[in-house]
Each structure stands twice: as structure tokens, then as C-alpha cells.
Nanobody
Framework: QVQLVESGGGLVQAGGSLRLPCAAS????????MGWFRQSPGKEYEFGAV?????????LYADSVRGRFTISRDDAENTLYLQMNVLKPEDTAVYYC???????????????????WGQGTQVTVSS
């Protein structure tokens, strides 16, 4: 059974930082593109960032997080990370990691491209 488990969420003041790990039971982990999405109450899922799999090895960011968030992956440890700096109140959301076998980078901002999802971790940024 595939599992994606996010952690590291919490309450932080505006301007602060958090690092979210996502541990995955996928094999081989390196083959999957791994993304981060978020969802605020009453809103749709919003794409945040993706690190492509062994084909391509690129990263892609949403405009709303580019320059503040960094996605990375440790394929030896089967773990995805999201380093979030200069956090803003509008970053408050449940953050989800997701895995995809889609190789076309232009499709990886879509939730429909992902086959596996974690349960999410809450991030709350106070002003």
C-alpha cells in the first residue's frame, strides 16, 4: 500500500520559516514526480511546487511561492521536502504532497496528474 506522510506543519509568525518533509513508500521513489499542493478553507487545491522524477530532474514553482519556497528531494531516503521562508498569512492552508508518473512538466501543476496523495499537514501563519 502506497503511503505519503507529511509532517512539520504548525503555527508560525509572518516572516518565519517552516520545513515540511513528506515520507513516501513509493518504489522506486526516484521515478515519480513529487509535488506540493495546498488548500485553504473554501478554496480549491492550489499548486505550489513540483520536483520531476528521474526523467528531466527539473523543478517548477507557482508564482505565489517562487523565491520564498524551495522544493527538494532525497531519493536515497524516499523523502520530499518543502522549505518555506518569509511566510505570509495567505500561506495558511493544509499542505499536501502528491506523487505522479506524468513526465510532461506542463501537466504537473494539475491535481489530476497525481496518482497518490498524503493526508496533509496544517500550516498556520499569524500576522
Amino acid at each position: 500500500q502506497v503511503q505519503l506522510v507529511e509532517s512539520g506543519g504548525g503555527l508560525v509568525q509572518a516572516g518565519g520559516s517552516l520545513r515540511l518533509p513528506c515520507a513516501a513508500s513509493l518504489r522506486p521513489f526516484s521515478r515519480y514526480a513529487m509535488g506540493w499542493f495546498r488548500q485553504s478553507p473554501g478554496k480549491e487545491y492550489e499548486f505550489g511546487a513540483v520536483a520531476s522524477g528521474s526523467v528531466g530532474r527539473s523543478t517548477l514553482y507557482a508564482d505565489s511561492v517562487r523565491g520564498r519556497f524551495t522544493i527538494s528531494r532525497d531519493d536515497a531516503e524516499n523523502t520530499l521536502y518543502l522549505q518555506m521562508n518569509v511566510l505570509k498569512p495567505e500561506d495558511t492552508a493544509v499542505y499536501y504532497c502528491a506523487a505522479s508518473l506524468v513526465v510532461a512538466d506542463n501537466l504537473l501543476s494539475r491535481t489530476s496528474s497525481y496518482q497518490y496523495w498524503g493526508q496533509g499537514t496544517q500550516v498556520t501563519v499569524s500576522s
